[in-house]
């Protein structure tokens, strides 16, 4: 009850915070609207399983390809422009959607994805870098299992509902309201007071050098190195198993999109719940938040060899959701990581690299999982995925731990 109440304290003191959080609820429910129909329209299509793991692909992929222009203009403009601008871009190649029957083409919302994701590769380092400029450094670990927490809950609420929406309504008017969900998110974005960047820069030398800086201060410090492969191998894993949802459901359940939308939301619910257990257990102690992420990665593969093995859709749905309670834990503590000890002036072109690593490791997975897919069974995919987990998870928290042991402790 004690963390509800510093939760909800939060929201519901700093405007600004609270502007941001509901703009990605808003934001991330609409994606999952576009996301579960498009997987079942792509699939049904082509009746391949590479094909529809390509939708996931090709949403993740821009983020890896513009790490170069991303991070460089988080850090040198506006970041309330970005975000708005990104958003509303968005809104217009939801709304093109609807003329995917016209053109009838599976090319045609495998472009729109990887053009949706393009906005996200802008939005996602501005938006995180921003939050520790509008939060008391006692309030970021909060904040960022919060902010971190939304695209949970809103994969919980948007997946769930978009199936079924796309099953009883339409997948038009699903893209529709995915739109909208842009617009709010511009809209609440602008309303926010604060500067989200401490400083400003001109744009002379942004571009190559200014990336080079950034690359220059990761590979000089260790924790950040090891914060950014704990986040991309636990995406080179997650981004293969989630790739094979629509086809779980389609062929070992036979429950269309509407079980693709269960899956997603029970992984959306883990991510949802996982990091605020584990904060409430850890506490706010920086050493004991960064010595727990191998542990969530552990238990992430365990529950994956569960989902392998699991009879139903029910069964499966539970284990995905304790999987990714340790997933979104792993993800949550990393970016904490990373935001307390980056420096506000490379935080933007470090959270692009993050995000870019986050995306091609998705992009190789997804592909590589839907391409296995198509000649092995998909339960002993998923328990291979578990295992690797596991092994990642132990080593990366015996190798790490010396790194986190001279932090101070965060006031409680």
């Known amino acids: 009850m004690t963390q509800f109440r510093t939760y909800w304290s939060l929201i519901r003191h700093n405007a600004d915070f609270r502007r941001l959080y509901l703009a990605r609820l808003v934001s991330f429910a609409g994606d999952w609207f576009l996301v579960v129909p498009?997987?079942?329209?792509?699939?049904e299509a082509t009746d391949s399983a590479l094909a529809a793991s390509a939708v996931l692909a090709a949403q993740a992929l821009p983020a890896a390809l513009l790490v170069p222009l991303t991070g460089a203009v988080s850090d040198r403009f506006d970041r309330k422009k970005i975000l708005i601008i990104s958003d509303l871009l968005r809104a217009g190649l939801a709304l093109s959607l609807l003329a995917a029957d016209v053109v009838?083409?599976?090319?045609?919302?495998?472009l729109i994805m990887l053009l949706e994701g393009a906005g996200a590769a802008f939005f996602y380092p501005a938006?995180?870098?921003?939050?520790?400029?509008v939060v008391d450094e006692q309030e970021l670990p909060v904040a960022t299992t919060?902010?971190?927490?939304?695209?949970?809950?809103?994969?919980?609420?948007?997946?769930?509902?978009?199936?079924?929406?796309?099953?009883?309504?339409?997948?038009?008017?699903a893209f529709v309201l995915n739109a909208v969900s842009f617009v709010v998110s511009a809209l609440l974005i602008a309303r926010v007071a604060q500067n989200l960047q401490a400083t400003r820069k001109p744009i002379a030398g942004a571009g190559r050098e200014s990336n080079r800086d950034a690359f220059r201060y990761i590979f000089s410090h260790v924790r950040a190195l090891a914060l950014l492969s704990s986040k991309g191998v636990h995406s080179l894993t997650s981004g293969g198993a989630v790739a094979l949802f629509a086809l779980m459901s389609i062929t070992l359940f036979e429950t269309g999109d509407a079980g693709t939308g269960a899956l997603f939301g029970a992984r959306g619910l883990g991510n949802m719940i996982g990091p605020v257990v584990a904060l409430a257990i850890?506490?706010?102690?920086?050493?004991r938040i960064l010595g727990s992420i191998g542990w969530a990665m552990t238990v992430w593969g365990v529950a994956y060899?569960?989902?392998?093995f699991s009879p139903t859709l029910l069964l499966a749905a539970a284990a995905v959701c304790v999987a990714h309670m340790g997933g979104g834990t792993q993800f949550t503590f990393s970016t904490y990581g990373l935001q307390e000890l980056m420096p506000d002036d490379v935080r933007g072109r470090i959270f692009a690299l993050d995000f870019g690593i986050d995306m091609m490791a998705i992009s190789i997975s997804a592909l590589i999982l839907g391409a296995l897919?198509?000649?092995?069974?998909?339960?002993p995919l998923l328990i291979g995925l578990g295992v690797v987990a596991i092994v990642f998870g132990l080593t990366w928290t015996v190798v790490t731990r010396p790194l986190w042991t001279d932090l101070r402790p965060v006031a409680e």
């Not at 009838?104 to 495998?110: D, K, N, Q, S």
């Open 38 to 43: 498009l997987l079942g329209l792509v699939y």
């Open 104 to 110: 009838g083409a599976v090319w045609f919302p495998l």
């Open 127 to 133: 938006s995180t870098g921003a939050l520790p400029n």
């Open 146 to 173: 919060l902010m971190s927490s939304a695209w949970g809950t809103m994969a919980a609420v948007g997946a769930a509902t978009g199936g079924l929406f796309a099953t009883l309504v339409s997948r038009d008017a």
């Open 282 to 287: 850890v506490g706010r102690s920086s050493r």
């Open 305 to 308: 060899i569960l989902v392998g």
């Open 373 to 379: 897919a198509q000649t092995i069974a998909i339960r």
